[in-house]
């Protein structure tokens, strides 16, 4: 069984930044994603097993950051410039495949979430 634990979000101004956390209960390739409300999931970023590869959509491109600290088996988002319309709940999942992807269906667990809102 794999657990995923999210910290991180909270309440930010437009401008300002966050940096989500997820610790994983082995090494997997991660992806973070973000529902807002009455909006469907969607992709936001993804990280390979040694964090040389990594992907952003480009809604967040020069924005947000995906890294991972293997040793600590912990995937961060580095969230800057954060925009009113970034306001959702934000989940880590994992896949042990290799590839970064952006189906959710490819993802095979999930953490529950945190909630990242930004006012204006």
């Known amino acids: 069984q794999v657990h995923l634990v999210e910290s991180g979000g909270g309440l930010a101004q437009a401008g300002g930044s966050l940096r989500l956390s997820c610790v994983a209960s082995?090494?997997?390739?991660m992806g973070w994603f973000r529902q807002a409300p009455g909006k469907e999931r969607e992709f936001v970023a993804g990280?390979?097993?040694?964090?040389?590869?990594?992907y952003v959509t480009e809604s967040v491109m020069g924005r947000f950051t995906i890294s991972r600290d293997n040793a600590r088996n912990t995937v961060y988002l580095q969230m800057n410039s954060l925009k009113p319309e970034d306001t959702a709940v934000y989940y880590c999942a994992a896949r042990r495949g290799p590839s970064i992807v952006t189906m959710m269906s490819d993802y095979m667990y999930w953490g529950q979430g945190t909630q990242v809102t930004v006012s204006s």
């Open positions: 082995g090494l997997y390739t």
């Open positions: 990280i390979g097993w040694s964090g040389n590869s990594t």
